[in-house]
């Protein structure tokens, strides 16, 4: 197992770009598809914890659950927007990074530098053509 762990959804493209980073620092990362196989209650608290965010940071906002539910209302206790992102896993937003040297909802994906343990190994431009890191494993932005 991998001393880093990335909560992905292949479908998002910056969690695609998050996951290629972690990759080009050397590192195969453990890799939970989070919509198949979601946090336990436990996890998602430890994980929000660990981030030090407000739990209402976490949600997505531009999904269905998200309206259905009136969650933009501020009646909700933080016990129960958890509560519907175990219910609707697509409500957790994504990539969540968690490494040696911390824990981090990583968008825009190079915030994930902030927190690998190794460099880079080489130029990295993001799935839209943005250069991210040059040729020596230095970060660009």
Same mark, same amino acid.
């Given at each position: 197992? %991998?001393?880093?762990?990335?909560?992905?959804?292949?479908?998002?493209?910056? %969690?695609?770009?998050?996951?290629?980073?972690?990759?080009?620092?050397?590192?195969?990362?453990?890799?939970? &598809?989070?919509?198949?196989?979601?946090? %336990?209650?436990?996890?998602?608290?430890?994980?929000?914890?660990?981030?030090?965010? /407000?739990?209402?940071?976490?949600?997505?906002?531009?999904?269905?659950?998200?309206?259905?539910?009136?969650?933009?209302?501020?009646?909700?206790?933080?016990?129960?927007?958890?509560?519907?992102?175990?219910? &609707?896993?697509?409500?957790?937003?994504? /990539?969540?990074?968690?490494?040696?040297?911390?824990?981090?909802?990583?968008?825009? %994906?190079?915030?994930?530098?902030?927190?690998? /343990?190794?460099?880079?190994?080489?130029?990295?431009?993001?799935?839209?053509?943005?250069?991210?890191?040059?040729? &020596?494993?230095?970060?660009?932005?």
């Amino acid at each position: 197992m %991998s001393a880093i762990t990335i909560y992905h959804n292949p479908e998002c493209g910056t %969690s695609r770009n998050t996951l290629e980073l972690i990759r080009n620092s050397g590192v195969e990362p453990t890799v939970i &598809h989070y919509l198949e196989t979601p946090p %336990s209650r436990d996890e998602l608290v430890a994980l929000i914890a660990a981030m030090g965010m /407000p739990v209402r940071e976490l949600l997505r906002k531009n999904v269905p659950p998200y309206e259905a539910l009136a969650l933009a209302e501020a009646r909700f206790s933080d016990d129960e927007l958890i509560d519907a992102m175990l219910a &609707h896993p697509i409500l957790i937003n994504r /990539p969540i990074v968690v490494t040696p040297l911390g824990t981090r909802l990583c968008r825009p %994906s190079e915030r994930v530098l902030d927190i690998l /343990p190794d460099q880079q190994k080489g130029a990295f431009a993001k799935e839209d053509g943005e250069q991210v890191v040059d040729e &020596h494993g230095k970060r660009l932005r």
